[in-house]
């Protein structure tokens, strides 16, 4: 029998069709999404919303049901990549229905997850009033504070800031919910009690590092609690701590050895090493034993400020490091000479920034540990005052070293007068100024009598003063007189280092034995040595004259005063 011939359909039939096909193919696919897909909670699908706060009655049941939530998914013991993310969800807004505003910011979190565990463990015990009889947004319009029937467990409203408006449980019930917990702990679990045992899963848990299977099969004795802290969670906190003790060591003593062979990059590698890696070592230290071997209490509260003043102190040291080696980066860049007050500015200045930001780090510091700021600060002005009085010569000082920085009036190096005393300026402190003598003896000055010293710059002047006075026969004709004073000008004139319109030669004075001719120039050099040569070499040409004449008097000569001191001066310096 020959089979039948199927007719294909028609373009008109498969455009009627095609419309019913996707519509069924949609149909099935939902369907089999639906019976697929897990059921989603409210909070899965909207995973940021935060905690209904708008209530007594809301912040009471939004608490009680994150907790229930929080210790179902942690019974689960789903080993998921969102297992972890959902426990700080819930955690999280478990801790946002507590008032955790006078706790330091170090431990806020910390003692609000535990104290949230402990009302927790206390509203699983206790019998709490209808959900009728507690205020809802409406009855609590007029209120700012309501507390539990028969507790002293209180909620109240925030009044400011930006949580204007929201209802948490009071800072003293998160500060004596731990005692709350102890009052009824031996009571039974009320029978709709929604996480059983949280407390036990809360201090006894561990991290995803540690399975909790290790846990189990450990001894009765190490799974036993000694301030809130499990025997195992002791050894463990000692084993961390002992290695991050000893890695710290081992890269100090690193440091101190890249240190001692010199360099150019070892030692500035060192100077970081050391505190960057007490930071690390605290930040692994904190996780640990924050997040996997899970230490609470007090123990808890306690390594976290000890671990968190060490970072602050790894954080000043590598601060100082820094600051120091731009300054000496930036001196080096600007070629200045050494010991200059140029230098000794800079290196001020960049004391006084690592100073104010070592100030601002401690405060920053204490507010986060929870000391108080304000007080502290106005301790420190009171103090600062009384310190500022006793102190006020030191002070004094000070001011005055920052006005010798400023207006320069002598530098490092240079040859000053002041008063009878000369010397040359080797340094000039926040206290004192120090002049090495002639005689090499060490002059200290404070700087507040320094400054209102009248200063001379010996090594300022661009030109030094020669003077020289010349006594002449008393019996010396006029017309030789003439050639006399002719011939010593042009002395003066010829010479190669002699200010020419400033060599003059006059009679200065008429005695009873001698005429006295007075012979003065500035010689163009600053040098002491220099100066010196030029001074001897017109004494003996000008000698030279007075003999040629037939003087038979010896000259009197008067050098500059300024020439051996600072002859004297360089040649010390």
């Known amino acids: 029998m020959p089979m039948a011939r199927v007719r294909p359909l028609s373009w ?80 999280t807004a478990a801790v946002s229905c507590l008032d955790l505003r006078d706790i330091a910011p170090l431990l806020a979190f910390s003692k609000g997850r535990q104290s949230a565990v ?30 539990i029937p028969h507790t002293e467990i209180a909620l109240i409203r925030i009044d400011a800031g930006p949580r204007e408006g929201d209802w948490v449980f ?43 299977s290790w846990i189990r099969s450990l001894p009765p004795w190490a799974r036993a609690t000694w301030f809130d802290v499990s025997v195992w969670q002791w050894l463990a906190m000692v084993g961390i701590l002992a290695a991050g003790m000893t890695v710290v060591a081992a890269v100090f003593c690193w440091s101190q050895g890249a ?64 600051i120091t080696r731009l300054s000496e980066v930036l001196i080096r860049s600007r070629r200045l000479r050494p010991g200059t007050i140029d230098i000794q500015l800079m290196r001020l200045g960049f004391r ?7 100030a601002w780090m401690t405060l920053a510091a204490a507010n986060y540990l929870g000391i108080p ?33 400023a207006d320069k009036p002598v530098r490092i190096g240079d040859a000053c007068q002041f008063e009878e005393f000369r010397g040359t300026v080797e340094e000039i402190g926040l206290r004192s100024t120090r002049i090495r003598g002639p005689d090499r003896s060490l002059i200290s000055i404070p700087n507040s009598e320094f400054a209102k010293l009248k200063l001379v710059n010996l090594t300022q002047r661009d030109r030094l003063v020669f003077t020289a006075l010349l006594p002449l026969p008393r019996e010396i004709g006029g017309s030789q007189l003439r050639g006399v004073l002719a011939s010593l000008r042009a002395v003066l004139g010829s010479h ?67 020439a051996s001191a600072i002859a004297r001066l360089r040649s010390a310096a």
């Not at 919910?177 to 561990?206: K, M, N, W």
């Not at 006084?352 to 070592?358: A, H, K, N, P, R």
């Open 373 to 405: 700021v304000a007080p502290l600060v106005a301790g420190l002005g009171v103090s600062g005052l009384a310190l500022a009085l006793a102190a006020q010569h030191t002070v004094e000082n000070l001011i005055a070293g920052l006005v010798l920085f």
């Open 259 to 322: 240190a001692a062979k010199g360099g150019w990059l070892a030692p500035h590698l060192a100077a970081f090493a050391a505190p960057t890696s007490l930071i690390v070592v605290c930040m692994a230290i904190d996780y640990m034993l924050t997040f996997q071997v899970r230490i609470t209490g007090d123990v808890l509260f306690a390594l976290k400020s000890g671990l968190r003043v060490a970072e602050f102190a790894g954080g000043i040291l590598i601060v100082y490091a820094l």
């Open 496 to 562: 190669p280092h002699i200010n020419h319109s400033t060599a003059t030669v006059r009679i200065v004075g008429n005695g009873s034995k001698s005429l006295d001719v007075e012979a003065t120039a500035h010689a163009d050099t600053s040098d002491g040595n220099a100066f010196a040569a030029v001074h001897e070499e017109l004494l003996l040409r000008l000698l030279d004259v007075i003999e040629a004449a037939g003087g038979t008097t010896a000259p009197q000569v008067a050098p500059a005063p300024e």
């Open 170 to 212: 009071c800072s003293d019930a998160v500060e004596r919910a731990e005692e709350f917990f102890e009052h009824v702990r031996h009571l039974p679990y009320r029978p709709d009690a929604g996480s059983p045992g949280f407390y036990e899963i809360y201090v006894t848990a561990s991290g995803w590092m540690i399975p909790e």
């Open 12 to 91: 008109p039939w498969l455009s009627l069709l095609l419309p019913w096909l996707v519509a069924a193919c949609a149909c099935a696919s939902a369907a089999a999404c639906a019976a697929g897909a897990p059921d989603r909670d409210e909070s899965t699908m909207h995973p940021l919303a935060p905690a209904d706060t708008s209530s007594p009655r809301a912040t009471l049941e939004s608490f009680r049901q994150t907790g229930d939530e929080l210790f179902a998914h942690i019974r689960r013991h789903d080993s998921g990549p969102e297992f972890w993310p959902r426990v700080r969800r819930l955690a």
């Open 118 to 147: 402990f009302l927790k463990e206390v509203f699983d015990r206790i019998e709490l009033p209808p959900a009728d009889a507690i205020p809802d947004a409406a009855a609590a319009a007029g209120l700012t504070r309501w507390r």
């Open 352 to 358: 006084l920034l690592t100073f104010l930001v070592m």
